[in-house]
């Protein structure tokens, strides 16, 4: 009998949590493990250069191969996990904050400041990321503040238009209403009583803002707008490999291996945050 009633519990369990968000926080605990392990512990210096083993295969004083300068691959690709996670949370906190401070007066306000702030918010929607780090380089200079401070702005109208939604839909419903009546004051019913409920779809885009920050950053570095090149990370990798893909993929792979399976982690997270969260499958 306890055999038959503990059978079905198991099987409620494993359909309760989504393959994918499980594949993804595999994925994503391999890169916050890396980088934290690379705070300890790196197997070489990943500046440290060694003109005797240059483009180098895997080895066991390398075990993912050398680049063109002889640096450890290993160690260049854990440094850079760090700067992809640092800039990655960074960009989408700066997001976080002016789209849902953005999307929340908006939508519960309304109006003419309504119409206002949404047109701003088209406005910065059409400038990508790479488009937006080349002007901030343009004024100030390249670095990581300036590919932060752009992937921030670039991914912030996103935030601002969910949260619109969600606070126009959720503002007439009868428990706010019921809270007006009480005499609850206008801070007190977007605080309190809106934007708890307004946040699940918030919390999957900020799982996929993550994916895109990630990419952002890494293609901002390639092109020289992002990490300084003394700072090891994916993008510059790829840049300063590219040249010499014919003599070893080594120095292209590692870091684009990195770069894919840091998106996709970030991307099913999201995606089965969204799945667990829907009534269907519950």
């Known amino acids: 009998m306890t ?13 309760a949590v989504p393959l994918n968000l499980a594949l993804g926080a595999v994925l994503i605990g391999i890169v916050i493990i890396s980088a934290l392990v690379s705070f300890v512990w790196l197997p070489h210096d990943p500046n440290a250069m060694d003109f005797t083993a240059q483009l180098s295969g895997p080895s066991a004083a390398h075990p993912l191969g050398t ?23 960074v960009a989408v906190g700066i997001a976080l904050t002016l789209g849902c401070l953005v999307g929340a007066v908006a939508g519960f306000v309304g109006g003419l400041l309504d119409d206002i ?14 488009l937006l780090a080349l002007l901030l ?18 991914t912030a109208p996103t935030f601002a238009r969910l949260l619109r939604a969600s606070v126009l839909e959720l503002k007439n419903r009868d428990f706010v209403e019921a809270g007006r009546a009480l005499g609850a004051t206008q801070r007190r019913l977007l605080l309190r009583h809106i934007l708890p409920n307004a946040l699940s779809p918030i919390i999957v885009q900020t799982s996929l803002s993550l994916a895109v920050a990630v990419l952002a950053e890494a293609a901002l570095s ?3 707008l992002g990490t300084p090149p003394r700072t090891p990370s994916w993008g510059t990798m790829l840049r300063e490999a590219q040249g010499f893909l014919q003599l070893s993929p080594y120095p292209v792979l590692v870091p684009g291996f ?21 009534p269907r499958n519950l």
Do not use: C, N, Q
Not at 3 to 15: D, G, I, N, S, Y
Not at 264 to 278: E, T, V, Y
């Open 3 to 15: 055999k038959a009633v503990a059978e079905p519990r198991r099987t409620v369990l494993f359909k």
């Open 67 to 89: 680049d063109h300068l002889g640096r450890d691959l290993l160690s260049r690709v854990l440094v850079g996990s760090r700067g992809a996670l640092f800039v990655g949370f």
């Open 117 to 130: 702030l949404m047109r701003l918010v088209d406005v910065l929607y059409a400038f990508p990321p790479i």
């Open 137 to 154: 380089a343009a004024i100030y200079a390249p670095g990581t503040l300036t590919a932060m401070s752009a992937i921030g702005l670039a």
């Open 222 to 224: 390639f092109l020289g």
């Open 258 to 278: 990195a770069i894919v399976m840091t998106v996709l982690g970030w991307s099913l997270l999201g995606d089965g945050i969204r799945d667990a969260r829907d």
